[in-house]
């Protein structure tokens, strides 16, 4: 219903002149501090659960974006914490560096997205002044590092791009939100860097559509995204992408999905977030049996919609319309034996033709007879005037598309609309009833065409879905994942043959660092 009434062009049907873009992900170790903390968001998402923390003090929400801090950097969750070597942030640093060296003879530009963090000026950390001071120390001159929050006006905002535009300032950094729709720098962007992940896929095209657009003077471009393994990042990825997959099929019609949820902001469920913080593997597996879980019920779904059409036409539609068909048949082949009969042999002789209490035996009598007949109306509505070739006249006079009507009653009506020559519309009633055979042999073939689409409507009904056994398999799986990611249960590990055992709680610690 979406498709019929959006009117959509998206970028690959536009086929618009911009760079090629090559996506990379940047992956980091995370430190120790990191690895612990992610364990504690899971003994956070524990309490919750339980029941033993006031929802206004601690929830999923909360836990998750504590969650995403952390992933983007551990100073996020306190300032004293250490800047690790290693972390994405300083990742980024190098990237950003390297990529504004190499392109200093063309005054290359880049920008940076950032949602997790904003510039600060009472000495507290920030992401923002961090990058900044790094690149600073590097030898990138501060004048060519900008942020968009500094820009608050449209003059300041329009002069910023002006000079993003000319290469005076290289580096730009922003949130999605304020460097998104609307901000039109590309002219010499050769990379975008990507530090955090947002909720929704439009985010991340948006981030992606400053750089790759039309007017972007390089060919090829870099898109470079950032992960910390063993936190949020990656999973928050998948998450992402799976939405986008489903926004792209109904986008571009290519897939049978017939509907798709976009979510400004959630909380990862208390299950993920616990598995998450372990580092259970279980985790991806059952993302992906969700995804494809969800498109088997879907064409499940579309599936039982037309089993249940063609059930209820099997049993009411195509009958029903055979019947009617049917006795227009009979009808047709009523009123054409009833003109026959009632027609001369020889083609020559004029049919009589009754008009009121009068026979004419003349066309062109006949012919003034119905148009005399015409000026007499007093009324809109149908009345009788008389007979023709067996079948009873009434006139009447329509009065949206201002002319008079004969209406030739048989088993069937037959409509003519009069002109003004009396020639004519004798004409226009025997070409009226010459018709008779052709509709007749068309609703013969249309009668054929229906009980071939009866038979047809029978056996699609009998059908069963085609990929019932897989959906029964994964949903069965899925069940399992479930029960193992279930922090509720008692722990459990997995042996060889699949059985699950209880472990003390030693073996458990034991387990657990395995």
């Avoid at 690895?35 to 003994?43: I, S």
């Avoid at 929400?61 to 992933?71: E, M, S, V, W, Y």
């Avoid at 304020?178 to 990507?194: C, E, F, P, R, Y």
């Avoid at 003004?420 to 065409?449: A, F, S, V, W, Y």
Wanted: charged share 30%; glycine share 4%; proline share 4%.
């Amino acid at each position: 219903m979406f498709r019929e009434v959006a009117d959509i062009q998206t970028a690959d049907m536009l086929n618009l002149p911009v760079p090629e873009a090559e996506y990379r992900v940047v992956s980091v170790k995370p430190s120790e501090m990191q690895r612990e903390m992610v364990v504690e968001l899971g003994e956070r998402a524990e309490r919750v659960r339980e029941g033993l923390v006031n929802a206004t003090e601690d929830n999923m929400l909360l836990i998750t974006n504590d969650g995403r801090k952390l992933a983007l950097d551990q100073r996020m969750m306190n300032d004293l914490l250490p800047d690790y070597p290693e972390s994405k942030v300083n990742a980024c640093v190098e990237e950003v560096y390297n990529f504004w060296e190499q392109g200093q003879e063309k005054r290359l530009t880049q920008l940076v997205f950032c949602d997790l963090s904003t510039p600060k000026t009472d000495g507290s950390f920030s992401v923002y002044n961090d990058v900044r001071d790094k690149l600073i120390a590097k030898g990138v001159p501060p004048e060519e590092i900008a942020f968009i929050h500094d820009a608050n006006t449209e003059v300041r905002k329009k002069e910023l791009f002006s000079k993003v535009r000319r290469g005076a300032v290289r580096i730009l950094m922003g949130s999605t939100f304020k460097m998104g729709a609307g901000t039109n720098v590309q002219d010499l962007i050769i990379a975008s860097h990507d530090l955090d992940c947002p909720w929704r896929p439009r985010d991340l095209e948006q981030r992606a559509g400053r750089t790759v657009r039309q007017g972007n003077k390089n060919p090829k471009v870099d898109v470079v995204r950032y992960v910390t393994e063993g936190t949020f990042d990656a999973y928050l990825y998948q998450i992402i992408e799976n939405k986008q997959k489903f926004i792209s099929q109904i986008m571009t019609s290519k897939s049978p999905a017939r509907s798709v949820e976009d979510i400004d902001e959630v909380a990862l469920s208390y299950a993920e977030i616990k598995a998450l913080a372990v580092g259970n593997p279980y985790i991806k597996e059952k993302m992906d049996l969700d995804i494809q879980v969800s498109k088997l019920q879907l064409l499940k779904q579309s599936f039982l919609s037309q089993k249940y059409e063609m059930e209820d036409k099997a049993v009411r539609y195509f009958p029903n319309e055979i019947r009617q068909c049917e006795q227009r048949i009979a009808d047709y082949e009523s009123d054409i034996a009833l003109a026959k009969e009632n027609t001369p042999l020889d083609r020559e002789t004029f049919p009589e033709m009754q008009i009121h209490d009068v026979v004419y035996t003349e066309k062109k009598e006949a012919g003034q007879a119905i148009i005399e007949a015409c000026k007499a109306m007093k009324s809109a509505d149908a009345v009788l005037i008389g007979r023709y070739r067996g079948f009873p006249m009434k006139l009447s006079y329509d009065s949206f598309q201002k002319v008079f009507v004969i209406s030739m009653y048989g088993k069937q009506v037959y409509h003519v609309p009069l002109g003004t020559d009396i020639h004519g519309n004798i004409t226009r009633l025997d070409n009226k009833i010459q018709e008779l055979p052709d509709k007749m042999l068309r609703c013969q073939d249309k009668l054929e065409n229906l009980k071939v689409q009866l038979e047809n409507a029978k056996e699609e009904a009998q059908k069963e879905f085609p990929q019932e056994e897989e959906l029964a398999e994964k949903i069965a799986r899925l069940g399992e994942l479930n029960v193992l990611l279930d922090m509720d249960k008692k722990d459990q590990v997995l042996l060889d043959d699949g059985e699950g055992v209880e472990i003390e709680p030693e073996q458990k610690k034991k387990e657990h660092e395995r």
